[in-house]
């Protein structure tokens, strides 16, 4: 099969059917080899990350859009340009394989059509690429709504880096199992392998590797060594800070990476609880477990009404990692911006306010809950929090640490701060 065509096609399921790109892509790799599974992935991604740009092209070049069962065919002419403006594939070789997509998309008649496009491409791209970067949208790559969310809360400036981070491609992390290796001697084995890497200063279990690999090269993976999460996302174990002996909650734990780390790191807690309400997610919750050869108690259920699914004591550590707008990991989910809708951000964070509410009741007096989203939005984050420590009596803030020590706001990660997603996170206590 034609990589450009299994582009254009994996593209069209994302933006036009609303898939998700973890989905799409993994099904259009199956039966290819590893150089054509990798220029796939190159291509949908990069499409991805510069879609209203390349479409703004499109439209400049043609007379009239391709509609319906041709839709594929915008695609296809999309793909072309990407590979002309940020690839080293030379521009003959781009044309032409993209041209003879069209033929792997049954639409042969349509093959001088992609050619002339891209060739006028070529000849007017600096005068389009001139008119493109003077919108907001298309220079950053956004929806205009994210735009302005962002512009409101950082200001234009710390706006525009934010939307360049995540238009980049985001590095594999790796998080080193504390039951069996210290970091510095993974590391060291990681060397030998050829795999450099480098860690995360105030992270003991944190590796960011130089250049990304198939897990299968991992020393030991398969025996459970060592688990593939950012940076970011490895914290909620340490801040969640569970001790021998705790009844711990993981709410909305799929695919449970948090879940097992927190048991890597203290294995001596009372029991782990593992809740999600996606029960083809929970799966991947104990594909973990199994191959950690760890255990936990899953549940499938809705982390807003765990009465529906708990009946036993108070639990001593909460993880409530919210549902959200997953605007902090667009680097590794470039499809985000184009399937999430505005509209989406206030039934979002209606949701988290009823998980949070919820869970707070099932927390021991005494006991901590640790707030988490993926999302830099302040509505999902700081002004959330907010709103409940004013709602909620026996509830306050934990400082994280000297830096992030407001009484009314946790620690935000913006997109690549020490090469790590965008992520929140709120320590609250119950008093007794």
Not at 281 to 291: A, G, K, S, T, W
Not at 366 to 378: D, N, R
Request: proline residues 5%; neutral net charge; contains cysteine.
């Amino acid at each position: 099969m034609n990589v450009r065509a299994l582009a254009a096609k994996v593209l069209n399921q994302v933006v036009e059917q609303g898939q998700s790109l973890s989905q799409a892509l993994p099904a259009a790799q199956q039966d290819l080899n590893p150089k054509d599974k990798a220029l796939l992935q190159v291509l949908c991604y990069g499409v991805l990350r510069t879609l209203p740009r390349l479409d703004f092209f499109c439209r400049s070049l043609m007379s009239k859009p391709l509609k319906g069962k041709q839709r594929a065919m915008h695609f296809l002419i999309l793909v072309g340009f990407y590979q002309l403006l940020y690839t080293r594939i030379p521009s003959h070789a781009a044309v032409g394989e993209t041209v003879n997509g069209a033929k792997a998309l049954k639409k042969p008649a349509l093959k001088g059509m992609v050619n002339g496009v891209l060739r006028s491409f070529l000849r007017e791209q600096e005068s389009l690429i001139e008119k493109a970067d003077k919108q907001d949208t298309l220079l950053y790559c956004h929806p205009g709504w994210l735009v302005k969310r962002l512009q409101a809360a950082y200001g234009k400036e710390a706006a525009a880096e934010i939307m360049h981070e995540n238009n980049q491609q985001a590095p594999m992390w790796l998080r080193v199992n504390a039951l069996h290796h210290a970091r510095d001697d993974y590391q060291a084995l990681l060397n030998e392998a050829g795999l450099p890497s480098s860690a995360l200063q105030g992270n003991d279990n944190a590796l960011r590797l130089e250049k990304a690999c198939d897990v299968y090269k991992l020393p030991g993976f398969e025996d459970g060594w060592v688990s593939v999460q950012d940076g970011a996302a490895q914290l909620a174990a340490h801040y969640l800070d569970a001790q021998p002996g705790d009844l711990v909650l993981d709410a909305c734990s799929a695919p449970g990476g948090k879940t097992v780390h927190t048991l890597e790191l203290q294995p001596q807690i009372k029991q782990m609880v593992a809740v999600d309400a996606d029960d083809k997610r929970l799966l991947r919750v104990q594909e973990n477990l199994d191959r950690l050869k760890l255990k936990a108690t899953v549940i499938h259920g809705d982390a807003s009404k765990p009465d529906s699914w708990w009946k036993g004591e108070l639990f001593d550590r909460i993880l409530c990692d919210a549902p959200c707008s997953a605007t902090g990991v667009i680097r590794r989910h470039p499809d985000i911006r184009w399937l999430r809708r505005d509209s989406d951000i206030a039934e979002l964070v209606t949701l988290q306010k009823s998980i949070l509410n919820a869970l707070w009741d099932k927390l021991k007096p005494g006991g901590v809950l640790l707030y988490a989203t993926c999302s830099i939005l302040p509505d999902e984050n700081d002004l959330q929090i907010k709103e409940f420590l004013q709602n909620t009596s026996d509830a306050s803030l934990i400082p994280l640490s000297q830096q992030y020590d407001n009484k009314e706001k946790g620690r935000q990660l913006l997109p690549n701060e020490d090469g790590m997603d965008g992520f929140y996170y709120a320590k609250l206590y119950k008093a007794l």
